[in-house]
C-alpha cells in the first residue's frame, strides 16, 4: 500500500527556527537524566528575572479562599464545593498554572514537559523523588522547610479507583479536591504545600500535574465535567505578568487536557490521539517521550500546519492519523545519548490516512548501547524476556527490583556469555532496576528498564 507521502532518508537536521513544544507528561519516574537535569534548571531559572514562581505564589495565596472572610461572595480558587459550583474553578484553574508554567519552561528548553508525581503508589520519604540531586535539593536552596510524611497521609489507589467510580462531576471534584489525593501530599510534604503559598515549592507542579491527570483518566470515562463560570482568576484576559496581559481562558473549553496539546504517557507507552494540530501557541508543535509514541485515532496534522514527534525508542504511526495535503510532520528518533540522531520527515503533497502500520525504531530499542563494562541488556521497553551480554565477566548475578526496593528476580550465571531471562510477563508494567553483580559484590551495570 502506497504512502502519499515522501519519507527522505535518515539524516542529521538542523533546524534554524526555535521550536516550543506541546507535551507529553509522564511520570518522573521514566525521565532520562539529562530531563531531569533540564527541568531542575528550568525551575531555577524561572526565579530569575520577572519571579514566575513567586508570582503565582503570590497569586495562589491572594486568592486561595475567601470563604471564612467578611466578603464570601469574592472569586477564589479553592474549596467552593459542594454548595458553590457557580465559583468552582479549581481543577481548570490549576490546568491553566501547569500550561502556563511549562510554556515558560518550554522558552528555556523545548523538550520540558512537567512530569507528575504518581503519590498513590510513590510514597516513600527514600523516594529517588527527593533525591538531592532533583526535587530534595530545593529544600535548602530555596528554604522550603519540607517535613516529608510527618503530616498526614497520602492517598492511596482504593481512593483513586472511588472517584474513578464517581459519576456526578462535583462531587468528584469535591472529593478529590479535598481529600488524600489532592490536599494528602500537600500535608504530607510540609514546609510551604500546606499553605496558600504551596506554588513556592517546585514538587507543587509534579504534585498539580499528578492531579491534572486524575482529571483527565476521569473525564476520559464520564465525559461530563462543566463549569457555570466563563473566566478564571487571572486567566480572565486582564492579568500582566512581565508585562504581557495573559489571555482569557474558559474552563468548559479545556475540559479536554488536549486542549493545550497536553497528553499523558504512563507505563512506557504515549497515545496521540483525537488531537488536531493547530500551532496556536507555536510554529511547530512538538512531542517528546523516551519511549514508545503511538500516533493513532483521529491524530490530524492539517495542511500548513508543522509537527515534531520525538522519541528516543519508537514512533508508530498507525491507523486512523492523518497528515493532510500541504502539512509537515518530523519523525525524529533522538539516540543522541548513544549513538546517531535519526530524523524521518514526512512532507506530504497529498492527503493521507487510515495508514498501515508505519514504525520508525531506534538502534537503542533493538541493541542497547554497550556500557563501560561492554554489558548489554535489551529490548527496552522488554515484554516477556530479557536478553543480557556478558563478554567482559565470567560469573556473577542479575538482579532486578522495582522501584519499590523489592527485589522481583535474580539468577546467578557463570563462564556464560549471554543470558535470557525468560517469564517476565507476570511482572506489573512500570519501571524496573536492573544490576549485574560479580561475585565480590560489586556492581558491574545498573541500568533503568521499562516493562510494556
Known amino acids: 500500500m502506497k504512502l502519499f507521502c515522501k519519507i527522505l532518508a535518515l539524516q542529521l537536521l538542523f533546524f534554524t527556527q526555535f521550536i516550543f513544544s506541546q507535551s507529553i507528561r509522564k511520570n518522573y519516574t521514566e525521565m532520562t537524566q539529562a530531563e531531569r537535569d533540564a527541568l531542575v534548571n528550568a525551575f531555577y531559572q524561572l526565579r530569575n528575572g520577572p519571579d514566575l514562581i513567586d508570582d503565582l505564589a503570590t497569586f495562589h495565596s491572594d486568592f486561595f479562599s475567601f470563604d471564612n472572610t467578611s466578603d464570601p461572595t469574592r472569586l477564589d480558587i479553592h474549596f467552593n464545593l459542594p454548595d458553590e459550583a457557580e465559583r468552582d474553578i479549581f481543577f481548570a484553574w490549576h490546568r491553566a498554572q501547569m500550561f502556563e508554567v511549562e510554556q515558560a519552561m518550554q522558552d528555556i528548553d ?14 516513600s520519604v527514600n523516594s529517588p523523588l527527593w533525591d538531592e540531586n532533583f526535587m530534595g535539593q530545593f529544600d535548602d536552596d530555596w528554604s522550603l522547610n519540607r517535613n516529608l510524611g510527618a503530616n498526614g497521609q497520602l492517598g492511596t489507589v482504593t481512593e483513586y479507583n472511588t472517584l474513578m467510580g464517581t459519576s456526578d462531576y462535583l462531587i468528584f471534584s469535591n472529593d478529590a479536591e479535598r481529600g488524600n489525593i489532592h490536599a494528602g501530599p500537600h500535608r504530607w510534604t510540609g514546609g510551604f504545600m500546606p499553605t496558600t503559598a504551596s506554588p513556592r515549592d517546585p514538587i507543587f507542579y509534579l504534585h498539580h500535574t499528578f492531579i491534572d491527570k486524575v482529571w483527565a483518566d476521569w473525564e476520559e470515562i464520564h465525559q461530563n465535567s462543566s463549569f457555570i463560570l466563563t473566566s478564571m482568576l487571572r486567566y480572565d484576559g486582564t492579568y500582566v505578568f512581565d508585562g504581557e496581559a495573559l489571555p482569557l481562558v474558559n474552563p468548559n473549553d479545556i475540559t479536554d487536557p488536549r486542549a ?20 496556536t501557541y507555536n510554529d511547530i508543535e512538538n512531542f517528546y517521550y523516551q519511549f514508545l509514541i503511538e500516533v493513532r485515532d483521529n491524530f490530524v496534522v492539517p495542511s500548513n500546519t508543522n509537527c515534531q514527534i520525538t522519541s528516543v525508542n519508537e514512533v508508530a504511526l498507525l491507523p486512523g492519523f492523518v497528515a493532510e495535503s500541504g502539512s509537515e510532520l518530523q519523525i525524529r528518533i533522538d539516540n543522541t545519548q548513544s549513538r546517531s540522531l535519526n530524523n524521518p520527515i514526512v512532507r506530504n ?104
Do not use: C
Open 110 to 123: 523545548p523538550n520540558i514537559s512537567i512530569p507528575y508525581w504518581n503519590s498513590i503508589v510513590d510514597q
Open 260 to 279: 493545550f496539546g497536553v497528553f499523558y504517557a504512563e507505563d512506557g507507552l504515549a497515545v496521540l490521539d483525537n488531537y488536531t494540530v493547530s500551532n
Open 349 to 452: 503533497t497529498k492527503k493521507f490516512g487510515d495508514l498501515p502500520s508505519l514504525r520508525l525504531v531506534s538502534d537503542i530499542l533493538k541493541n542497547e548501547p554497550k556500557s563501560n563494562s561492554g554489558i548489554e541488556v535489551f529490548p527496552v521497553p522488554f515484554k516477556e524476556s530479557l536478553n543480557i551480554n556478558l563478554e567482559s565477566v565470567s560469573s556473577g548475578t542479575i538482579m532486578m527490583f522495582n522501584l519499590a526496593g523489592q527485589m522481583v528476580r535474580s539468577k546467578e550465571f557463570k563462564n556464560t556469555k549471554s543470558l535470557h531471562i525468560r517469564g517476565l510477563g507476570n511482572l506489573a508494567t512500570g519501571s524496573y532496576i536492573l544490576n549485574v553483580v560479580n561475585e565480590s559484590g560489586m556492581i558491574l551495570h545498573k541500568v533503568q528498564l521499562i516493562k510494556s
